[in-house]
């Protein structure tokens, strides 16, 4: 699915780097030692043309500084194109031999830049900017965290959304009590099998459930967002198929009418430490987020959404370990979101790198495990209360924001 295009070849530049780090983690574990991480993204880690497709490696150094914490890792942008190939190498050398140990570093004609995290905030919302003859297209929005946010969204605008996923609506059967939880769930399928004398293993009964379970959320989506005021229609489609998504883009704007905002939240984890990562993994992570990206620019005209929304996340900013190649991914929405802003600057365009929900990709063995690490979880009413004002701030609202739970809480 990933060999076309521009998400190819991110996929092939991002997923080479990695393999070829796994292949030396085990010594960078046990010894340490020095790690370089070199792109040419223009020399300040913000491209804004189509080098953004490149700038995921960042999210990969900063991932191998959490998983080799006796190494020294570090990220250098260097603008070879503006530079020239021999004053790029001169600069190199002499930032390796000389420049200290900046994690990031950026080189290019205007000088040596070191990256710093400044605090944002976030402006007023700008009145009547969505209304309800707005339609708002969203990736992953049906289910989760992602589909808390739309509700919120849908409670003040009115607006409509057109909500893509993969899963189908499956109906819930006439013979079962409605709101069971997964584990009563498999327990009455199992009851219901034996007694029509059917033999149903226990993986079939676990993705039964999960269908139902499924198709059930979707549906409670849907219905709260018709109940906050707005309207709602689900499209199952792959969103890294590029036809499947024009087939879904059609039936969108035929039903609801032009899409003028877009909501990209969709994506998976494969997490697994640095050395254990495989490529089918990285392209499992990638297809939603990257190939997906790359398939909503080709069907819509960006020209004319009001608002462009990415769900990125804080392991792009600071790394996690087991997270290399979501930190990439999600880098690549943040560099992608400031080439968008630059495009159009008139549109709100921001990319929001969570930190962990209270829900949603968090199940309860990661939330043990943030709570030994001492890691709050972001309230969902309160990141959907945020999210909504980051979306309705307008053009002045900051292209990249990091939202953890000191920053919903206040």
């Known amino acids: ?31 340490g030692g020095t790690l370089v991480l070199l792109q040419d993204t223009g020399g300040a880690f913000q491209p804004l043309d189509h080098r953004a497709w490149r700038g995921g490696l960042t999210g990969l150094a900063r991932t191998a500084m959490r998983e080799f914490p006796k190494a020294t890792v570090r990220s250098i942008d260097i603008d070879i194109s503006g530079l020239g190939l021999k004053p790029a190498a001169d600069r190199l050398i002499e930032e390796l031999l000389s ?9 290019s004609a205007q000088g040596r830049l070191v990256p710093t995290d400044g605090l944002l905030t976030l402006p007023g919302n700008r009145p009547g900017l969505i209304g309800p003859q707005d339609v708002i297209l969203v990736t992953g929005g049906a289910r989760g965290v992602t589909a808390t946010c739309i509700i919120e969204l849908a409670a003040r605008t009115k607006a409509r959304f057109a909500l893509l996923g993969r899963s189908a609506i499956t109906p819930w059967p006439d013979d079962l009590e409605a709101g069971l939880d997964e584990k009563a769930l498999r327990g009455a399928l199992a009851a219901r099998a034996k007694a029509k004398g059917e033999k149903v293993s226990p993986a079939a009964l676990n993705k039964q459930a999960r269908a139902l379970l499924s198709g059930a959320e979707i549906r409670a989506t849907l219905t709260a967002i018709e109940q906050a005021g707005g309207q709602a229609l689900y499209v199952p489609t792959d969103v890294a198929d590029p036809a ?22 969709a994506g998976v984890l494969a997490d697994k430490l640095i050395r254990e990562k495989t490529r089918a993994q990285v392209e499992t992570v990638f297809a939603p987020k990257i190939a997906g990206l790359e398939a909503l620019m080709s069907v819509l005209d960006t020209g004319q959404l009001k608002t462009i929304a990415f769900f990125s996340s804080v392991a792009a900013r600071y790394g996690n370990a087991g997270q290399a190649d979501y930190a990439m991914a999600n880098e690549i929405l943040n560099r992608m979101a400031h080439w968008l802003k630059a495009a159009h600057p008139d549109a709100a365009v921001t990319s929001i790198g969570w930190g962990p929900w209270d829900g949603g990709m968090v199940d309860d063995s990661l939330k043990a495990k943030f709570a030994e690490m001492g890691v709050a979880l972001i309230p969902r009413d309160a990141g959907a209360r945020l999210f909504a004002d980051a979306v309705l701030a307008g053009s002045s609202c900051p292209v990249e924001l990091i939202v953890g739970s000191e920053i919903a809480h206040g």
Do not use: I, W
């Open 99 to 107: 420049g200290g140990a900046a994690p990031c570093v950026g080189l």
């Open 1 to 31: 699915m990933l060999a076309h295009g521009l998400a190819g070849a991110t996929f092939d530049c991002h997923a080479g780097a990695l393999e070829a780090l796994s292949a030396e983690a085990k010594r960078f574990e046990a010894r």
């Open 244 to 265: 499947a998504l024009k087939a879904a883009l059609d039936n969108t704007q035929s039903t609801l009418g032009p899409v003028t905002g877009l909501v990209h939240g």
